[in-house]
């Protein structure tokens, strides 16, 4: 079955700390794969996204991610946490055919000290 | 332009009592999705749909659960004789036409609270 685990349910960073959110997904082909951040009271926003080629992407808010294929890994990082960052960020997994029925991880919260 | 709506915001009912849940895709996306997110959990796939094609329903946990798309736009979710574990956050997401891949917009959620 498709699955996309996020192992950690929370996390704190000290601002102006790098962050590093894991990410590993199960599934039958190499998926296209998403971070979305979800701030208190907001929708889902789109931060990156993996289609295929170069396995580093760079997203919004200074946010990248690299996609391992040997380890099934899709971790997210930022070089320098702000306390703005502070929310819940998914990370997903969808078909790279067809329409984009995704598969959520579980979430990790961010909590960002000072 | 606006982004994608939903409403209401909170919706708290009671056992056994039938909700409807709406959403206001952006103009133009063809494509409309529902989601859920409770408690713990990641989001949920509920129902697919696309153009005037059959809806994908493969998502629904039971026959409690129906959605309609009317004009191709707006979309309602209804649960019928709600339970308490219907309770959990409700997304609805669109995307244009999924000729390849569409990034999907989403919504601010139905917080549905079941007594």
């Known amino acids: 079955a498709q699955s996309v685990t996020q192992p950690d349910i929370h996390i704190t960073v000290s601002e102006g700390a790098s962050l590093e959110l894991r990410c590993n997904y199960s599934?039958?082909?190499?998926?296209?794969l998403f971070w979305y951040v979800q701030s208190p009271g907001q929708g889902l926003q789109l931060l990156l996204k993996?289609?295929?080629?170069?396995?580093l992407v760079q997203g919004i808010k200074g946010f990248e991610a690299e996609f391992k294929r040997s380890q099934s890994s899709f971790n997210l990082r930022k070089p320098s946490v702000h306390w703005s960052d502070a929310a819940e960020y998914f990370c997903?997994?969808?078909?790279?055919?067809?329409?984009?029925?995704?598969?959520f991880g579980t979430g990790t919260r961010l909590l960002v000290s000072p | 332009g606006a982004g994608v709506s939903q409403s209401p915001s909170n919706k708290v009912t009671e056992k056994g009592k039938d909700v409807e849940l709406r959403c206001d895709p952006i103009?133009?996306?063809?494509?409309l999705y529902w989601y859920r997110q409770s408690l713990g959990q990641g989001l949920e796939f509920l129902i697919y749909?696309?153009?005037?094609?059959?809806?994908?329903k493969s998502g629904l946990p039971s026959d409690r659960f129906s959605a309609e798309r009317t004009g191709g736009s707006v979309s309602t979710l209804t649960i019928q004789r709600t339970q308490q574990e219907d309770s959990a956050v409700y997304l609805c997401?669109?995307?244009?036409?999924?000729?390849?891949?569409?990034?999907?917009?989403f919504g601010p959620g139905t917080r549905l609270t079941v007594l």
């Open positions: 997903a997994a969808g078909p790279n055919t067809g329409f984009q029925k995704l598969v």
């Open positions: 103009s133009g996306h063809t494509a």
């Open positions: 749909f696309q153009g005037n094609s059959a809806p994908d």
């Open positions: 599934y039958g082909a190499t998926p296209y």
């Open positions: 997401a669109s995307s244009l036409d999924p000729g390849g891949y569409n990034e999907q917009f």
């Open positions: 993996y289609f295929s080629g170069d396995t």
